[in-house]
């Protein structure tokens, strides 16, 4: 099964830095999504772009998507001590019917 | 506000036990996930349901089972607890194919 891979896979930045993460992918999408995990809690959806989109917005936080590379990354700006999280990039076969996880990026934002 | 619920954030089990994972959710969410969630193997999927009464198997189907009488629950089944089965299993949902999905807090099983 198809399954996007993250990278780093832990960052540690101080607050006020920039956070950059990569997730690559291995086969065509319809759909690309980033979600955020505190520790032992469940995870909260930030972004979803489309295969037909370059990038997109929120608030701090920016997302590419390259469809040649089969990659995408994700921004965090100015980061911030409640940023710290695993942050996971989920993608879609193209029936869009399953969305796939990699492991995570641990991010650590000290103050 | 969007809200899926699991019934139990943690269990305790013996192996051999028969264990049920509950989840409900309150926004009439055609999908239903059932992950499960381990220290370096990110979230795997182990069922998944696009309607009543349907199932899907995901990648690690083995050793678990599934139900959904009800549009809103979908419960996760384990027939004969083991240990290797000792992880986080998580809930979430979908309105729709290919659209954000919503996760529940999360289950901690401990098969001892």
């Known amino acids: 099964s198809q399954q996007g891979e993250e990278d780093p896979q832990a960052l540690s930045i101080q607050e006020g830095e920039n956070a950059t993460m990569n997730c690559s992918y291995k086969t065509s999408i319809n759909n690309l999504q980033w979600y955020r995990q505190n520790s032992g809690r469940g995870l909260v959806h930030l972004i979803l772009?489309?295969?037909?989109?370059r990038e997109k917005h929120s608030g701090r936080l920016r997302v590419t998507l390259d469809t040649s590379k089969k990659s995408s990354s994700l921004l965090i700006t100015a980061s911030r001590a409640a940023d710290t999280a695993s942050y996971f990039c989920a993608t879609d076969e193209n029936t869009g019917n399953q969305f796939y996880f990699g492991t995570g990026t641990s991010l650590t934002v000290i103050p | 506000d969007v809200k899926v619920t699991q019934s139990s954030r943690y269990l305790v089990k013996r192996t051999g036990e028969k264990v049920f994972l509950e989840c409900v959710q309150d926004?009439?969410?055609?999908?239903m996930f059932w992950y499960r969630q381990d220290p370096g193997l990110g979230l795997r999927l182990i069922y998944f349901s696009y309607d009543v009464k349907m199932k899907e198997k995901g990648d690690i189907p083995e050793g678990y089972s599934v139900s959904r009488e009800k549009k809103e629950r979908f419960s996760l089944i384990l027939e004969s607890a083991s240990t290797n089965q000792t992880s986080m299993y998580l809930c979430?949902?979908?309105?729709?194919?290919?659209?954000?999905?919503?996760f529940g807090e999360g289950s901690w099983l401990t098969v001892v």
């Open positions: 772009i489309r295969s037909n989109e």
């Open positions: 979430a949902s979908s309105p729709f194919s290919g659209n954000t999905i919503y």
């Open positions: 926004m009439d969410h055609e999908n």
